[in-house]
Nanobody, 124 residues
């Protein structure tokens, strides 16, 4: 059974850092294209960053450019989102996703497998 499980969320002060992890089970993550998305209260889910099988990353949101970085460790079957210089507006539920197919751009409708989400709260 294909499963994605996020971890690493929590409360962090503005300017701080967090690294989210997403462990895959039931499939080989290296064969999938992956992405991170988030949904803030009262807002639609938005794309953060996506990554192709070959490691090419695509930024989905200009607001995170230079601060957030997607990566994957195929040996651990795990993907990551490193978040630096966090701001209050980064507060959201963060989701990882994967697709066996290909994404044209970093958008949620290309992804069919999703984790349950992890809460990130940026507050002093």
């Amino acid at each position: 059974q294909l499963q994605l499980v996020e971890s690493g969320g929590g409360l962090v002060q503005p300017g701080g850092s967090l690294r989210l992890s997403c462990a895959a089970s039931g499939f080989t993550l290296s064969s999938y294209e992956i992405g991170w998305f988030r949904q803030a209260p009262g807002k639609e889910r938005e794309a953060i960053e996506c990554m192709r099988r070959n490691g090419e990353a695509t930024t989905g949101a200009d607001s995170v450019k230079g601060r957030f970085t997607i990566s994957r460790d195929n040996a651990k079957n795990t993907m990551y989102l490193q978040m630096n210089s966090l701001k209050s507006e980064d507060t959201a539920i963060y989701y990882c996703a994967a697709t066996r197919g290909f994404y044209y751009n970093c958008a949620e409708h290309f992804f069919g497998s999703w984790g349950q989400g992890t809460q990130v709260t940026v507050s002093s």
